[in-house]
């Protein structure tokens, strides 16, 4: 009897754990997903409304980095081109916000889901479905009692 019982308990466990770690990955993968494609649809937003200024197309994002040209061709592969004429004017940090827009552009390009570290939080949160597993046979035995007697 007892072996029956604890048969049922380890079952219960190990399906908690297994059903919790998939859908812990599966969960974090979605927002992961979400994540990089709401920074690329931002980038691209601010891609379509690019501004002139200092010879060259510019656009500042809400968080006050300055996107160009050449960062919305790195991203999306667009053929937007600079005006090819002398500028009448360059801003003094000109250099430094066009380098790092192109550094921004290309984070934004390379950013991949992380599996790895997906799976890692997974198992731990499998752990958890473990003991919740012990939890939900606990309930299903005092249910199962108090119908059976």
Partial sequence: MFRRLAREAVIFMLLGMVLAAVGGFIYMHHNEAVSIRNQRDALKRECDGLARVGGEYWTRLADGHMTTVAECNLAFGTSLAPISQAPDFIPD?????????????????????????????????????????????????????????
């Fill in 93 to 149: 940090d000109f250099f430094s916000k066009r380098d790092a827009a192109l550094a921004e552009g290309t984070r934004i390009k390379n950013l991949k889901i992380d599996n790895l570290s997906n799976a890692l939080a997974a198992a731990v949160i499998g752990f958890y479905g473990f003991a919740g597993g012990f939890g939900v046979w606990l309930f299903y035995r005092l249910v199962r009692f108090a119908v059976k007697g």
